[in-house]
T-cell receptor, first 111, second 112 residues
Framework: SQTIHQWPATLVQPVGSPLSLECTVEGTSNPNLYWYRQAAGRGLQLLFY??????ISSEVPQNLSASRPQDRQFILSSKKLLLSDSGFYLCAWTPLGDTQYFGPGTRLTVL | GENVEQHPSTLSVQEGDSAVIKCTYS??????FPWYKQELGKGPQLIIDIRSNVGEKKDQRIAVTLNKTAKHFSLHITETQPEDSAVYFCAPSKGGSYIPTFGRGTSLIVHP
């Protein structure tokens, strides 16, 4: 069966520091991968998606970037965090653009 | 792109009551209609879905109904329990689309 992992689970970082969040998927190949952010409130904001290695599409211009160095690995990065980057970051995968399978999330607090 | 609206934004019920959440969408080509449940501090999880060739689907206490003509689908929860308290999202899509569109979510509160 397929499993999706995210780490770390929680992170507290100072403003201006770098960020690296990692997501890996097991039990499938060539998944579509997504990064979402969920700020205060309930909405899911799509940040990036990838349909293959090295293929990244950005949905929201900001100081974040994403990379997909391997088929089942998706990384979210920032060179300098802002206060507004605080939130709950979710990675998801989907077979052929269908059901979204979410990871457990990373709670990021920028102080 | 798809325009998705979800109502109500908050729903408060007594244990044992029924709850209904409605999702309207704009793209008539949409053919996949899922509902996700997000418990506090966790990622959303699929609880039920329906495809455009079916009008209703049930799974124990939960059901989804689809009205393609009116472009809306609804989540029905009967005999609600405190553990049903969560945020629920709809996310209609069409085959081959890489970009899902989620509703803004409905916070369901079930009072014991």
């Amino acid at each position: 069966s397929q499993t999706i992992h995210q780490w770390p689970a929680t992170l507290v970082q100072p403003v201006g520091s770098p960020l690296s969040l990692e997501c890996t998927v097991e039990g499938t190949s060539n998944p579509n991968l997504y990064w979402y952010r969920q700020a205060a409130g309930r909405g899911l904001q799509l940040l990036f998606y990838s349909v293959g290695i090295g293929q990244i599409s950005s949905e929201v211009p900001q100081n974040l970037s994403a990379s997909r160095p391997q088929d089942r690995q998706f990384i979210l990065s920032s060179k300098k965090l802002l206060l507004s980057d605080s939130g709950f970051y979710l990675c998801a995968w989907t077979p052929l653009g269908d059901t979204q399978y979410f990871g457990p999330g990373t709670r990021l607090t920028v102080l | 792109g798809e325009n998705v609206e979800q109502h109500p934004s908050t729903l408060s019920v007594q244990e044992g009551d029924s709850a209904v959440i409605k999702c309207t969408y704009s793209d008539s080509a949409s053919n996949y209609f899922p509902w996700y449940k997000q418990e506090l501090g966790k990622g959303p999880q699929l609880i039920i879905d329906i495809r455009s060739n079916v009008g209703e689907k049930k799974d124990q206490r939960i059901a989804v109904t689809l009205n393609k003509t009116a472009k809306h689908f609804s989540l029905h929860i009967t005999e609600t329990q405190p553990e049903d308290s969560a945020v629920y999202f709809c996310a209609p899509s069409k085959g081959g689309s890489y970009i899902p569109t989620f509703g803004r979510g409905t916070s369901l509160i079930v009072h014991p």
